[in-house]
């Protein structure tokens, strides 16, 4: 098992230790966009070496953003699946092409209101207070112990 990178009572360093990979992002987002077998991921990355798509495979199944599911036995092929924890990283992905969008000199995608064609912006929303808010804090929760010692 390999040891975390970061051993940091952090909710980015944490999620880093899961995604924080050379191409393990990437590997998740292809299987996102409908890429499922081995094969297609590999050949959408198509500079990722089929040793490390095999390990960045088992380390998201490891860590239960992915599921497999064998379709062929002779030889064996696998099927990829998100689960809900994978899925959940849609938010992620579409801050990333934001943040690219805004920052990048050269870009590829941009997210549209698909019915007005405009492009959109990210905001954050209180559903306490139903509505969207600008002036947000970030505080440490209370009464966590760490699992890092």
Same mark, same amino acid.
């Given at each position: 098992?390999?040891?975390?990178?970061?051993?940091?009572?952090?909710?980015?360093?944490?999620?880093?230790?899961?995604?924080?990979?050379?191409?393990?992002?990437?590997?998740?987002?292809?299987?996102?966009?409908?890429?499922?077998?081995?094969?297609?991921?590999?050949?959408?990355?198509?500079?990722?070496?089929?040793?490390?798509?095999?390990?960045?495979?088992?380390?998201?199944?490891?860590?239960?953003?992915?599921?497999? =599911? #064998?379709?062929?036995?002779? +030889?064996?092929?696998? @099927?990829?699946?998100?689960?809900?924890?994978?899925?959940? %990283? !849609?938010?992620?992905?579409?801050?990333?092409?934001?943040?690219?969008?805004?920052?990048?000199?050269?870009?590829?995608?941009?997210?549209?209101?698909?019915?007005?064609?405009?492009?959109? =912006? #990210?905001?954050?929303?209180? +559903?306490?207070?139903? @509505?969207?808010?600008?002036?947000?804090?970030?505080?440490? %929760? !209370?009464?966590?112990?760490?699992?890092?010692?």
């Amino acid at each position: 098992m390999k040891e975390k990178k970061y051993d940091l009572p952090c909710n980015i360093a944490q999620t880093l230790n899961i995604i924080g990979d050379k191409w393990t992002l990437l590997v998740v987002h292809e299987i996102f966009t409908g890429n499922t077998t081995f094969n297609q991921i590999k050949n959408s990355l198509e500079s990722i070496s089929s040793n490390l798509l095999s390990d960045r495979l088992k380390l998201l199944e490891r860590n239960g953003l992915i599921t497999t =599911k #064998l379709y062929s036995e002779h +030889p064996p092929r696998y @099927e990829y699946t998100l689960t809900k924890s994978g899925q959940d %990283l !849609e938010g992620v992905f579409n801050a990333l092409i934001l943040w690219g969008r805004e920052n990048l000199e050269e870009c590829y995608k941009k997210i549209i209101h698909t019915p007005c064609q405009h492009e959109i =912006k #990210l905001v954050y929303y209180c +559903p306490h207070c139903k @509505e969207n808010v600008e002036d947000i804090d970030i505080v440490e %929760l !209370e009464n966590k112990v760490s699992s890092i010692d």
